[in-house]
């Protein structure tokens, strides 16, 4: 049995698997989601059986965005803590957002249907990002009289500057499809929606042939160093690069290549 209400989490084949699961409402994310899923992440992050997670929803929309129905008039995050008791409220709300800078291991999101406001956290912040060919990205900010703040911020960095801008701009009187999303470079590949979990797991698997240290410090040295100027990038892969050269693994991947057979990763 889950112990989750809002989401399914399963793990196998060094997989985990989280679904947003409240179709009813198209996967919109209520404070009990946004709680369930960073547990969720943490649960992955710390799980020596997982090696890569997979993040889809289940039904029509991947997520329609934040449960409106359960923000303020206001439209202020709900936290349950003291008002600015927690370094959490002094940052960037992160909602659905999985904890990218932090946290090591790749995620690949499996956009199934609509995916909406804070859902557009997901396509900016996982590794590797796949569609349904008939998945649609919009950001409805700005007409329910919200400001696009941080999902547009990041769509800048991914999308052409003068595309975010008109996502954010249009709202909701605009959505875009998935051959544009795919033709733009916001997901990698487009798949039929009767296959895209399947897909997804496919990917997962390649992925984990691959040394998992090797792929954590490589997918670590990419996402932190985007915020740095390249010399200091530079110096920062090149010193995950030194890490994982003193695993096991480092030992074991050249031995099979020599040996010409499939290398037996341990993860140390």
Known sequence: ?????????AVADRVATLTLNRPEVLNAISPLMARELKDAYAAAEADPAVWTVVVTGTGRAFTSGADV?????SGKVVYEE??????????????ATPPFRTMTKPVIAAINGLCCGAGLDLVTTADIVIAAETAEFLDPHVSIGLVSARESVRLARVLPPAVALR?????RHERLGAQRAYDLGLVSELVPADRLLERAQ???????RNAPLAVRGTRMAVRKGLGLPLYEAELLAEAYRERVTRTEDAQEGPAAFVEKREPKWQCR
Do not use: F, K, R
């Open 202 to 208: 496919e990917i997962a698997a390649t992925v984990n």
């Open 69 to 73: 129905s359960e923000i303020p008039g």
């Open 167 to 171: 996502m954010a701009l249009m709202g």
């Open 1 to 9: 049995m889950s112990p989750y209400e809002t989401i399914t989490y």
């Open 82 to 95: 003291p008002y600015l008791s927690t370094h959490e409220q002094w940052d960037a709300p992160q909602e």
